[in-house]
Every structure is written in structure tokens, then in C-alpha cells.
């Protein structure tokens, strides 16, 4: 391994000479959580929150009203318990979630390194495309090809620096555009409080494919291989031993709480701006661009300016939380798949230094470029959407299996009955889920047969 490759020493984890952590570590007293305890659950929460969940979040109050209130509440529950269990098993054993992974099987490595490679391709054209949309609204004499490239750019630029309190900042700065954006949207269409709360009574609307959109609500609440990322954001902030435990907790929960805040203001707008006119929005990250002209119509262009600025701030923070968290995951993956699941016993997991976390951050912005141009080939779509109707399973499964190892999980930290219930119906509901998406992503092969 060269020098560069090397795990960050700047903020070591625990003596390397000792394998886990001390009984003295793992009693220290908890660091006291304060109200400002926070950082990684922020970066977790505004990389999950993008354009394709404000728009299928938009299309589901456009269609039913507010019958689907509580499916965002489920979900925000969903996200806070499988965040926690990434973080909390990173604290209490010292591993990354991917160390985590290799101890259940070497299926895992292939999985997830297949997953990493094709997911990354199809999302950097993906991710660049979305800034590019609300800026090319803005500024309508400029190609949108042109803002695509220079986000990538710039995205990579940033997280080249290596500097996650940088990361952070920017970060903060952009959800908090993003809800003063929304929420100002939303309070402008006039909520009603009274169907709100009416909402939060769980039902199905009988209309066809209502299931899919309760599904997708649960389900789409922030994210997907970025919540595996939080243990890796912990680590760059520090956050590194049993003692942060309660502040991780705290830094979770009140991130995704803040985040379903968003999408329920994102769900005023679907349902006063759209449902209650019969109106209908593009299926794509245009839809948003379709709001904006709603709100145009309707407010005047101030109005819709606003929504388009935090239309980019959601898009710029997703793209930035996923180079610089995904590019440390697939760092980790690199120099750890091929050694013994044995042999990982601490956090070795290189920083966005070394070369294989530099690769992938070239993986994500250089190469999609050429599906700016060229369109996006079906075979890799097919396999994106494939790969990925998969992971969410898959983390809610393992999650349920690694929090419950007696060897490598201090017995304090294990899951309780409570963490055991709550993980086992969110690993049901995304195992439906995911079927449903591998059918549909399969669905093309199915007509072409």
C-alpha cells in the first residue's frame, strides 16, 4: 500500500494496538449533547434530499391529496432507525460499515463493488444533470451542458481538498436554503392544517399504484447508499468511540426530523399548488421546473426564483454529500475487499487522499460527462436500477444481523427489542419495496421479450 493510501492519522480511532475498543473506551463517560451537536446527520440528510424525492414527493400530493402524511412520517421513522444502527455499530466496534459487511460473507464485496462502479457512472451524469436544471432556468441564455460540467467540477474541487469541516458548512448553508425556499413556498399556498392532521391516519387511497407511492414515501425520505455513508461523516468529524453515542443519536434524529419537515412542506406545495387545481407535473427532475412555473402563474416570478434557488440547493447538496461520502465508502471498499474478514479489526479506511477515494471522485465527474452528451445506454440503467432496488434491503437486513453479533458488538450497544422490531419491519417494507423497483426496472426486458 503506498503512503497516500493510508487511513487519515489526523484523528485516529483507538490505540491500533488493540483490537475493538478498551472495557475503559467503551465505559467513558458519554460526551454531553448540547443543542448544537451536530454536523454528520446534516450532511446525511442533504445528500439524501434531492431533486427525484421532492418530485415523487410532489406527484404523490398532487395525486392524493394529503392521505399520504403518515407514509413520510413512517419514512423519516425508517431513515432515523437505519442511520442509527450504521452509526451505532461504527461507535461500538470501531469498524466501517463496510468492514462490517465482509464479516457476513465475501458476497458482499461483490455486490457492493458491482453496485459502487455502476451506480456511481449512471448518478455523476444524474446528479450534474439536476444542478444544471433550476440553473439553466435562471440563466436561460446558457446551455444547461455547460452548468452540468462546471457543478461536477466544482464538486470535485471541494472534496479534493480533503476538508470536511468545508463539506459541512457548505452543507448547512445549503439545507438552510433549501427549507427557507420551501417552506416560504409552502406557507405562500396556504396549508390546511385540518387535512394535515387527518393525514397522519394511516389509509391506502384505492386507486391503482397508490401502494407504490406509500412505498416510495417510506422509502424515499433521504437517501440510499448515502445513509451507509454517516459512519464514515462520523469519523471525519471526530466522532470516532463509544463516548459520542448519545451525541450521534441526537445528531441523527433531529437531521431527519428536520428533513421531514422539508418533505411535508414539499407535499403543501404538490397538494395546494397542483392536487387542488388537477394539475400534473413532469415525472422527472423537470417537474420541478414545472412548479416553478406554477407558482410564477400563480404569485409572480420573485416567487418561483425562490423555489428555483432551492431546487438547486437540494441538487448541489446531494451531488456534494455523495462525492465526498460514496468516494470515502468506495476508498474503504478498495483496500479492504480483498483481505481477510479477520484481519479488519480496526478502522483502516483511507481518507479522501489517498488514491482509490481520488479515483472514484474522477469515476463520478469525468466519465458521466459523456452521458451528458450521448444519452444514458439502457443496459446500464437497467443494471442501476436493478442493483439498486437491492440495497435498501440489503442494509436493513445486515444491519439487522451485524447489531446483533455477540462477538464484535458490546453487549450494551447491541440491539434491543425495540431496535430488533423496528429494523425487522423496515427490512419487510423495503424488501417489498425493492421487489417492486426490480420489476420495474426489469420492466423493459419483460416488453422486449
Sequence with gaps: MSRGDHVDTGHPVHNPNIVG??????????????WNSMGPGIVAAATG????????TLTAGSRYGY???????????????????????????????????????????WYFGIYIIIWGF???????????????ALFPGVNSIFFAIASGLLGMGLVWLNRYGLIEKLMTVLIGIMFVAVLASAVMVGPNLGDMVAGLVPRIPEEDGSMFYV?????????????????????????????WM??????????????????????VMGVQLLYTSGLEISASDEGLLDVG??????????????????????????LLGVWHGVSLMFADFWTNFRKPADSLDQDDAPSLRSKPARFYLIWLTILPMSLLFLGRPIFLILLYGTLGALFMPFLAVTLLILNNQKRLVPSQFRNNWVHNGLLGITALVFVVLGVQQLLNALEPLWAGG
Excluded at 461504527?90 to 464485496?109: D, E, H, M, N, P
Excluded at 416567487?303 to 440547493?313: R, W
Aim: overall charge positive; glycine content about 12%; proline content about 3%.
Design 246 to 267: 448519545k451525541v450521534m443519536r441526537f445528531d441523527n434524529a433531529v437531521a431527519y426530523i428536520l428533513t421531514g419537515v422539508f418533505v411535508i412542506a414539499t407535499m
Design 49 to 56: 434530499v434531492g431533486a427525484a424525492d421532492l418530485v415523487a
Design 293 to 318: 412555473n406554477v407558482l410564477a402563474d400563480r404569485f409572480g416570478e420573485p416567487f418561483a426564483v425562490l423555489f428555483l434557488i432551492g431546487f438547486f440547493a437540494a441538487s448541489f447538496s446531494s
Design 122 to 136: 449512471v448518478y455523476g451524469a444524474t446528479a450534474m444533470s439536476s444542478v444544471a436544471l433550476p440553473l439553466a
Design 215 to 243: 412505498l416510495g414515501l417510506a422509502g424515499g425520505v433521504g437517501g440510499t447508499i448515502t445513509l451507509a455513508a454517516y459512519g464514515y461523516w462520523l469519523r471525519e468529524k471526530g466522532w470516532n468511540a463509544p463516548r
Design 67 to 109: 392521505a399520504l402524511m403518515w407514509a413520510v412520517v413512517l419514512g423519516v421513522i425508517f431513515k432515523i432507525v437505519l442511520v442509527e444502527g450504521v452509526g451505532r455499530y461504527y461507535l461500538s466496534t470501531g469498524k466501517t460499515i463496510f468492514q462490517g459487511w465482509r464479516t457476513l460473507g465475501v458476497w458482499t464485496s
Design 21 to 34: 475498543f478498551t472495557d475503559a473506551e467503551i465505559n467513558e463517560t458519554p460526551v454531553k449533547v448540547k
